[in-house]
């Protein structure tokens, strides 16, 4: 237990200071209690704000810490989607369905994503190669979900359902336990919070300092005895099953998909996620990517054709201006402020 | 005579694929090749291009003279582009990726905003010849004559012109040039502008075959992409030439007799076939093969 603590409070993510748990503790105590003033319509937004933390963590695990940027995300969380739709679909009503679309999904992922990123990775490529194959990918995925309108498209009786997407898709279930309204919430927070946990142990531990090796000069972690290629292909099958973890939730939530979730816009949100809250800081992203959803959510009830001007624009200014991102920026301008403070206090005194 | 037309046939069928890839690439590649960035608005810039010129069509200039503004104008706005953005992106590949990709949102949805959904299309110049029962278009047989006097124009370009081999002094080693007195930062914002000036002009060439439209860059974002990753960046036209004839090979059959769609998939898995044999594509394996040849014997 110490140990986990120990490895979670490691000097790799913003927020170490006993006051910082305090108040994130705070802020965990808030969301478990908050159903009770909230209604269900507003605990179920603010599940989808949560569920996609999961793909906005693997992201930043992948480009922050590791060094390699992957455009292409949302393939793994429209793979887990659709998997878990055409498994749970084909196996309603019998308690069990989902949780074998679950795994199913996740295995999907692990298999496409160890594939793609043997070639990739074991090929030693330029930086650049990884973002472009990984953005082909998760287009021809869309291209391809997109014709699979029609009949003949189906899996049992599930279909596909071309543009339209896939409908219907069954809640999560355990035994008779159907999670929606707080109950999914609820297993979403825990479910993110574990994620988030996660991540923090893995960058603070051995593995993790390997990464941030890795991502400083690969050269030279490969010359202290690394095999980079096997790390960054872990990495990157670990992130595309957060990203798929996230399309779980996604499907649950909606009990929908549709092939715009794999689209260039979708696939641009992820990195934006990642870029605003500042890459090397897992919780800046996960507040960041928590923000930007709620706005976004806002937003689009409002008419979202402007939506992609925004993104776009976002994207260029925190690129020019903020290229550490925003979160990480104020934070370390409030931390140098509050060091300055004391040390002006410790003079006065 | 019916064989001969077959033959003729299925030449034509791998030209205008070559043809096809070779446009979408050739400005993505000049531009990775100098720099070492990979413009994510590529597609945008095909589509201002497109945009261009079906305006300019529209106002009476005959195609060719629009194909020709649509040169200008897009490489215009690529220098401007280079001075206020990407400029500030160079040695960091990774970030020039993601502003370039924040651009390319910005233009397809702001082309939408101001210029609604869809412009009037050009209608594909020239007719068909019929060779046997096959009936050939002549606009494409004028783009793959087209798109091979591009290449030679820019090989053209990169040995016989002072512009050139400040370039490729650039490419090879840019503080030594700039230590000989080339101004690099001349060289990169011209190099973009070549090449944004390009994919416009590729742009403008591929319009009468497709519908303008905002996002009509997507379509050909993959195959560009493709093209450029399995072509590496070591030398310009060794890289486009060889990877969009490498790939036409793959893409005419499958695509033949699987569909247009499966062509694309079959793309992408010979890109990662092949990025996994020659990890820095076909232009550093014919680097390689030319620098050993060009190496005087002992």
């Known amino acids: 237990m110490k140990r986990l603590f120990r490895l979670a409070t490691g000097p790799e993510d913003i927020g170490r200071s006993p006051g910082f748990w305090g108040a994130f503790a705070v802020l965990i105590l808030y969301l478990f209690a908050s ?60 308690g069990w369905g989902p949780i074998a679309g679950e795994l199913g999904g996740l295995a999907a992922c692990v298999v496409v994503s160890a594939v793609f990123g043997y070639f990739v990775f074991y090929a030693r490529v330029q930086a650049w190669i990884v973002p472009i194959l990984t953005l082909v990918l998760t287009l021809l995925l869309e291209t391809f979900l997109g014709q699979t309108a029609g009949y003949q498209w189906r899996v049992g009786n599930v279909q596909l359902g071309g543009y339209n997407g896939m409908t219907g898709i069954p809640s999560f279930q355990v035994g008779n336990l159907v999670f929606y309204g707080y109950a999914f919430y609820y297993f979403v927070l825990v479910a993110v919070v574990l994620c988030y946990f996660a991540c923090r142990m893995v960058v603070n531990s051995h593995f993790g300092k390997v990464m941030l090796a890795i991502r400083e000069d690969p050269l030279r972690a490969e010359l202290l005895g690394y095999d980079i290629r096997a790390r960054q292909l872990g990495v990157f099958v670990l992130a595309s099953v957060l990203a798929g973890i996230s399309g779980l939730f996604y499907v649950q939530w909606g009990n929908y998909i549709t092939p715009s979730q794999v689209g260039l816009v979708s696939a641009a949100l992820p990195v934006i996620w990642v870029a605003v809250g500042g890459r090397t800081s897992l919780l800046a992203v996960a507040i960041s990517t928590y923000a930007l959803n709620w706005v976004n959510y806002s937003l689009s009830s409002a008419g979202n054709q402007y939506a992609l001007v925004i993104i776009g624009a976002l994207l260029v200014i925190v690129m020019l201006f903020f290229p ?16 300055a403070r004391l040390r002006a206090a410790l003079r006065l005194g | 005579m019916e064989d001969l037309s077959v033959v003729v046939s299925i030449l034509y069928q791998f030209g205008t694929n070559g ?50 503004i649509s040169f200008f104008v897009v490489g215009v706005f690529g220098a401007v582009l280079e001075r206020l953005v990407v400029r500030r992106f160079y040695g960091r590949e990774l970030g020039a990726l993601v502003v370039t990709w924040g651009i390319s949102l910005l233009l397809s949805q702001g082309t939408f905003l101001v210029l609604g959904p869809f412009l009037p299309s050009i209608p594909i110049p020239g007719g068909a010849i019929d060779v046997g029962q096959y009936s050939l278009s002549v606009y494409w047989l004028i ?17 016989r012109t002072e512009f050139g081999l400040h370039a490729r002094a650039t490419m090879q080693n840019a503080e030594m040039a700039r230590a000989l007195g080339v101004n690099t930062d001349r060289v990169y914002m011209l190099t973009f502008s070549l090449g944004a000036g390009l994919a416009g002009f590729s742009g403008a060439l591929l319009a009468p075959t497709a519908s303008i439209m905002p996002f009509m860059g997507q379509q050909f974002v993959a195959p560009a992409f493709i093209t450029v990753v399995v072509g590496g960046a070591s030398n310009v036209i060794a890289g486009a030439v060889g990877s969009s004839v490498l790939l036409s090979l793959v893409r005419t059959p499958v695509g033949f007799y699987l569909g247009a769609f499966l062509g694309l998939v079959a793309l992408l898995l010979a890109a990662l076939v092949i990025i996994r044999l020659m990890p820095n594509g076909v232009s550093a394996y014919f680097q390689r093969w030319s620098d050993r040849r060009s190496r005087p014997t002992v």
């Open chain 1, 324 to 339: 550490r991102g925003i979160v990480v920026m104020l934070a370390e301008a409030g931390f140098r402020g509050s060091l």
């Open chain 2, 19 to 68: 043809a096809f890839l070779l446009l979408c690439a050739l400005g993505l590649i000049v531009i990775l090749g100098m720099m070492n960035i990979i413009n994510l608005a590529h597609g945008e810039l095909m589509m201002m291009g497109a945009y261009t010129a079906s305006l300019a069509y529209q106002a009476g200039f005959p195609f060719p003279i629009a194909v020709v």
């Open chain 1, 35 to 94: 159903p009770l003033w909230l209604g269900e319509f507003e605990a179920y937004n603010i599940s989808f704000y949560l569920l996609n933390l999961p793909l906005a963590l693997g992201l930043c695990l992948l480009w922050g810490y590791c060094g390699v940027l992957s455009f292409g995300q949302v393939a793994y969380f429209g793979i887990a989607g659709y998997v878990y739709g055409i498994i749970a679909g084909n196996l309603v009503g019998t």
């Open chain 2, 143 to 159: 783009l793959i004559a087209v798109s091979a006097g591009a290449v030679l124009g820019l090989a053209w370009l990169y040995n």
